[in-house]
């Protein structure tokens, strides 16, 4: 199985601030990457697949790069409605896996 | 507008079984593989199974393997997981989410999640 990890667990930032979570798979993966965001008590949403794309209706602020092992996502601006946590996911082979996720609040 | 509606969740002996639906509306369900994500209280996320548009192709996590199945009925554009043999590691909010790709035979991101159903296993 392909072992997702993310840095960092967790972070605490500013409105404005740029923001930038790192996601490291235990092997490559090409660019068979995506990002999501969870709000407490909500199902997760879609931001970004293929490792760069950003899913309909995502603002331009979120931005993902990477391929192989190593991938980022950025949030330029980071505003109010940002803080939530953050899971990178990899869907080059079964079983899917994801990071544990990254938790972005408020400083 | 694409919707995913989960139900069916509620609470379970060890042992029992619960069968949850995910009803789909917005688009060409039988086009789509679909999937259950599960989340266990305050844990990350964790995939459990994915199917194709046709339901000719099935996938497990390990985690599950022997245990539950899924299927789908593209006349009613329903998703189903039939869980046996619960355990209390089963309890979790259970998602269906949908594969983004039309037709896609191998695993592909997913684009849209419903809203989650609780499933909790507990004497």
């Known amino acids: 199985d392909i072992q997702m990890t993310q840095s960092p667990s967790s972070l605490s930032a500013s409105v404005g601030d740029r923001v930038t979570i790192t996601c490291r798979a235990s092997?490559?993966?090409?660019?068979?990457l995506a990002w999501f965001q969870q709000k407490p008590g909500k199902a997760p949403k879609s931001l970004i697949y293929?490792?760069?794309s950003l899913q309909s209706g995502v603002p331009s602020k979120f931005s993902g790069s990477g391929s192989g092992t190593d991938f980022t996502l950025t949030i330029s601006s980071l505003q109010p409605e940002d803080f939530a946590t953050y899971y990178c996911?990899?869907?080059?082979?079964?079983?899917?896996?994801f990071g544990p996720g990254t938790k972005v609040d408020i400083k | 507008e694409v919707q995913l509606l989960e139900s069916g969740g509620g609470l379970v002996q060890p042992g029992g079984s619960l069968r949850l639906s995910c009803a789909a509306s917005g688009f060409t369900f039988s086009s789509y593989a679909m999937s259950w994500v599960r989340q266990a209280p305050g844990k990350g996320l964790e995939w459990v199974s994915a199917?194709?548009?046709?339901?000719?192709?099935?996938y497990y996590a390990d985690s599950v393997k022997g245990r539950f199945t899924i299927s789908r009925d593209n006349s009613k554009n329903t998703l189903y997981l039939q869980m046996n043999s619960l355990r209390a590691e089963d309890t979790a909010v259970y998602y269906c989410?949908?594969?983004?790709?039309?037709?896609?035979?191998?695993?592909?991101?997913?684009?849209?999640w419903g809203q989650g159903t609780m499933v909790t296993v507990s004497s």
């Open positions: 989410a949908k594969f983004g790709v039309v037709g896609a035979q191998a695993p592909d991101a997913f684009d849209i």
């Open positions: 996911q990899q869907y080059n082979s079964y079983p899917l896996t």
């Open positions: 293929a490792a760069s």
């Open positions: 092997q490559g993966i090409s660019n068979y």
């Open positions: 199917i194709s548009g046709s339901g000719g192709s099935t």
